[in-house]
C-alpha cells in the first residue's frame, strides 16, 4: 500500500517542485519494492512456521506493509534519508468470506483504512540512511526483515523461529518451484 505516503524534501532551486515530488516518489516506490521482495518477508514468516499464501487466496489475516514517510535532505537526486514503514497485521476472516469478487485490491484498501478494531498488531520501522547508507536491494532487504523480526519478537504474538532466515528462503524457493512446475505440467 502506498496511500498514505507523506514525502518531506529539501527544496532545490534548480529543480521544480512537481521534478522534485515526482525523483522522491520513484525513489520511495523503488525502495517499497525491494523490501517486498519476496524472499524477505515470507522467509521471515517460515522461519516461524507461519503459512503464507498468494494475494487473494482466504486468509485469517493479511499484513500490510506502508510506506507512511519518505524524508529526504539531498536537494538534487531526492535519495532518502529517513523512511518509516507501517506494518500492520489485520484480522481479515470477515474480509475473505467471499473471494469471488473482482475487486480484491479495492476490497483491501477500503478495508484496511477502517481496520482500528480489526488490528492485531502495528508497528512502525524505520530506515535511517545516515546509520545504514545503502540503497542496495540485498541491504535493504536484510535490515528491514532483522527489524520486522525484532518487532515480531518484541509482541508475544508471533511463535519463536523453529529455522533460520536462510533455509527458509532455500525452503520457500523449493516450494515455488514446485507450483511452477504443476502449473506447467
Same mark, same amino acid.
Given at each position: 500500500?502506498?496511500?498514505? &505516503?507523506?514525502?518531506?524534501?529539501?527544496?532545490?532551486?534548480?529543480? =521544480? %517542485?512537481?521534478?522534485? @515530488? +515526482?525523483?522522491? $516518489?520513484?525513489?520511495?516506490?523503488?525502495?517499497?519494492?525491494?523490501?517486498?521482495?519476496?524472499?524477505?518477508?515470507?522467509?521471515?514468516?517460515?522461519?516461524?512456521?507461519?503459512?503464507?499464501?498468494?494475494?487473494?487466496?482466504?486468509?485469517?489475516?493479511?499484513?500490510?506493509?506502508?510506506?507512511?514517510?519518505?524524508?529526504?535532505?539531498?536537494?538534487? &537526486?531526492?535519495?532518502?534519508?529517513?523512511?518509516?514503514?507501517?506494518? =500492520? %497485521?489485520?484480522?481479515? @476472516? +470477515?474480509?475473505? $468470506?467471499?473471494?469471488?469478487?473482482?475487486?480484491?485490491?479495492?476490497?483491501?484498501?477500503?478495508?484496511?483504512?477502517?481496520?482500528?478494531?480489526?488490528?492485531?498488531?502495528?508497528?512502525?520501522?524505520?530506515?535511517?540512511?545516515?546509520?545504514?547508507?545503502?540503497?542496495?536491494?540485498?541491504?535493504?532487504?536484510?535490515?528491514?526483515?532483522?527489524?520486522?523480526?525484532?518487532?515480531?519478537?518484541?509482541?508475544?504474538?508471533?511463535?519463536?523461529?523453529?529455522?533460520?532466515?536462510?533455509?527458509?528462503?532455500?525452503?520457500?524457493?523449493?516450494?515455488?518451484?514446485?507450483?511452477?512446475?504443476?502449473?506447467?505440467?
Amino acid at each position: 500500500m502506498k496511500s498514505g &505516503l507523506k514525502i518531506e524534501f529539501r527544496n532545490n532551486k534548480n529543480h =521544480t %517542485l512537481e521534478y522534485m @515530488k +515526482e525523483k522522491c $516518489k520513484t525513489n520511495s516506490d523503488e525502495l517499497l519494492s525491494s523490501i517486498l521482495n519476496k524472499s524477505g518477508i515470507l522467509g521471515e514468516l517460515t522461519a516461524r512456521n507461519i503459512e503464507h499464501i498468494n494475494f487473494g487466496e482466504k486468509t485469517d489475516y493479511i499484513m500490510t506493509i506502508e510506506p507512511i514517510r519518505y524524508y529526504s535532505e539531498n536537494t538534487n &537526486l531526492c535519495e532518502p534519508t529517513v523512511v518509516d514503514y507501517e506494518i =500492520t %497485521l489485520i484480522d481479515s @476472516k +470477515e474480509l475473505t $468470506k467471499n473471494w469471488d469478487t473482482k475487486r480484491k485490491v479495492d476490497k483491501i484498501t477500503s478495508f484496511t483504512k477502517k481496520t482500528d478494531k480489526k488490528i492485531v498488531w502495528r508497528d512502525i520501522i524505520t530506515w535511517d540512511y545516515k546509520k545504514n547508507p545503502t540503497t542496495n536491494d540485498k541491504n535493504v532487504n536484510h535490515y528491514f526483515n532483522e527489524k520486522l523480526s525484532k518487532s515480531f519478537e518484541k509482541t508475544g504474538l508471533f511463535p519463536q523461529k523453529v529455522m533460520d532466515i536462510n533455509s527458509a528462503i532455500i525452503k520457500n524457493q523449493e516450494k515455488y518451484k514446485k507450483i511452477e512446475k504443476k502449473k506447467k505440467s
